[in-house]
């Protein structure tokens, strides 16, 4: 089994930044990915970014691209998402999400609000 623990939401102003941390404890080494999806209010759950806990290849939605920045500390078993520029289309509550393959994501976490403000 793995947790997953997510902190770093909060308020920011229109074009501000935020760092979400989600710390993974448990079984680590059995995990191939970690992700960021988020959800806003009356919409479905969306991928954002992912990014492979051996190598390192990142992947990202096109309306992250360019603006946020996945990365992650294999030492201390944390995965970061760097937000910049944020719009108030990003306001949602963001997930943090581990996976045991390429194609399935197994553990998820509880989620940290973010809030953009105008």
């Known amino acids: 089994q793995v947790q997953l623990a997510e902190s770093g939401g909060g308020l920011v102003q229109v074009g501000g930044s935020l760092k979400l941390s989600c710390v993974a404890s448990?079984?680590?080494?059995?995990?191939?990915?970690m992700g960021w999806f988020r959800q806003a209010p009356g919409k479905m759950r969306e991928f954002v970014a992912r990014?492979?806990?051996?190598?390192?290849?990142?992947a990202y939605a096109d309306f992250v691209k360019g603006r946020f920045t996945i990365f992650k500390d294999n030492v201390e078993n944390t995965v970061y998402l760097q937000m910049n520029s944020l719009k108030p289309e990003d306001a949602a509550v963001y997930y943090c999400?581990?996976?045991?393959?390429?194609?399935?994501?197994?553990?998820w976490g509880q989620g940290t609000q973010v809030t953009v403000s105008s």
């Open positions: 999400a581990a996976g045991r393959t390429l194609t399935s994501y197994n553990y």
């Open positions: 448990g079984n680590t080494s059995s995990l191939y990915k």
């Open positions: 990014i492979f806990w051996g190598g390192g290849n990142t």
